[in-house]
C-alpha cells in the first residue's frame, strides 16, 4: 500500500510539473501569441507581417498603448491617448537580424509624430554583448543582452539601456539601465502565459 501511495504521489508530481512546463511559451507557440506581465501591466505579443509584433499594453494607472516592434526589438510606432509616434527607418532593418554576439549596427531614423515636426534624425546603435538567461516565473529563456543607444543629430544621447531580447519569443523581457555603474537597475517581466484564444 506504501509503495502504491508513493508511486501515484509521484506520478502526480511529476503531472503537476508537466502541466506547468508546457504553460511555457516557446519559440512555435509564440506564434500564437502570448501575454507578459508584471506589477501594474499586461502587455499581449502578436506576430504581424513584414517581420513586425503587435504589442498590446494595459496599464493598471494610463490609457492603453499599441506599439509596432521590427523582430520584437526595435519600435516603429506607438500609439495612445498622449498621441501616436513613428521612427522611419533610413537603412534596412532586416539586415540585423538575426542577431548574434558581438554584433554592432547604428541605424538612423526619423522621428515622426502628431504633436511636432522632426528635428532631424536620429540613430539608433545596437551592441549584442553577449548571452544570458532570464527567468519568468517557473519558465527559463535563452535572451542576448543587447545594448541600445539612441542619439540626435549633434549626437546627444536620446536614450541607453541594455535589453534583455529573446530571439524565440521576439520580445524584450527586461531593460537593464546603468549598466556596470552602482546604480545599476533591472526592470522586466515576471510571468508569461499564453494568449487566450
Same mark, same amino acid.
Given at each position: 500500500?506504501k ?12 503531472? @503537476? *510539473? %508537466? ?5 511555457? +511559451?516557446?519559440?512555435? /507557440?509564440? =506564434?500564437?501569441?502570448?501575454?507578459? $506581465? ?10 504581424a507581417?513584414g517581420?513586425m ?18 523582430a ?6 506607438r ?8 521612427m ?12 548574434? @554576439? *558581438? %554584433?554592432k549596427?547604428?541605424t538612423?531614423? +526619423?522621428?515622426l509624430? /502628431?504633436? =511636432?515636426a522632426?528635428?532631424?534624425? $536620429? ?9 544570458d ?25 536620446i ?39
Open positions: 500500500m509503495t502504491l501511495t508513493t508511486g501515484m504521489a509521484f506520478a502526480m508530481l511529476t503531472f @503537476a *510539473g %508537466a502541466a506547468q512546463a508546457s504553460d511555457c +511559451v516557446d519559440a512555435k /507557440s509564440a =506564434k500564437a501569441g502570448f501575454v507578459l $506581465e508584471k506589477a501594474g501591466i499586461s502587455s499581449e505579443f502578436r506576430p507581417p517581420g509584433v503587435a504589442v498590446a499594453n494595459k496599464y493598471q494607472s494610463d490609457s492603453p498603448q499599441t506599439q509596432y516592434l521590427y520584437g526589438l526595435i519600435e516603429v510606432f500609439d495612445s491617448d498622449t498621441g501616436r509616434l513613428s522611419i527607418p533610413l537603412g534596412d532593418l532586416k539586415k540585423l537580424f538575426p542577431l548574434k @554576439a *558581438g %554584433a549596427s547604428k538612423e531614423f +526619423v522621428r509624430s /502628431s504633436k =511636432k522632426p528635428q532631424g534624425t $536620429e540613430t539608433l546603435a545596437l551592441t549584442v554583448k553577449g548571452k538567461t532570464y527567468r519568468l516565473g517557473d519558465c527559463k529563456y535563452n535572451v542576448l543582452v543587447v545594448g541600445e543607444t539612441i542619439t540626435g543629430e549633434s549626437g546627444n544621447v536614450d541607453t539601456f541594455t535589453a534583455l531580447y529573446s530571439p524565440d519569443l521576439q520580445a524584450v523581457l527586461a531593460r537593464r539601465y546603468d549598466e556596470g555603474t552602482s546604480a545599476q537597475s533591472e526592470v522586466g517581466f515576471e510571468r508569461i502565459k499564453p494568449l487566450a484564444q
